[in-house]
């Protein structure tokens, strides 16, 4: 069982740069195979998958959010980061990292349906 926990703060001035980790634990999978994603929920809206990294430090992003976001990992850690730059009021959302074992192609990354273990989630808003 993969276990996710998502921290930052809940809440950002627009024009700063929003950054969360997502911590994990549990596994047995081989951790090459895993891709680890964050997706948001805006208020009254749908999941919306924003990128994702692989083991091997490869990022993939949605192209809604490839000009200013930024995704890290620290495998020793293990754990992953996601930066949003330029915030504004409509990056109010909860905000959720998730992973899957499963070997995927780039396009299957952006399903968040693919995605089998999901933190909590954590609310983000922007406010003057």
């Known amino acids: 069982q993969v276990v996710l926990q998502e921290s930052g703060p809940g809440l950002v001035k627009p024009s700063q740069t929003l950054s969360l980790t997502c911590t994990v634990s549990g596994g047995s999978r081989t951790a090459e195979y895993y891709s680890f ?7 009254g809206k749908g999941l919306e998958w924003m990128g994702a990294i692989i083991y091997d430090g490869s990022q993939y992003y949605s192209p809604s959010f490839r000009s200013r976001a930024y995704i890290s990992g620290d495998t020793s850690e293990n754990k992953f980061s996601l930066h949003l730059a330029s915030v504004t009021a409509e990056d ?12 995927l ?10 995605y089998d273990y999901w933190g909590r989630g954590t609310q983000v808003t922007v406010v003057p």
Do not use: N
Not at 37 to 43: A, L
């Open 37 to 43: 994603g964050w997706i948001r929920q805006p208020p």
């Open 92 to 103: 109010t959302a909860i905000y959720y990292c998730a992973a899957t074992p499963d070997p």
């Open 105 to 114: 192609t780039i396009d299957q990354r952006k399903d968040v349906a693919r």
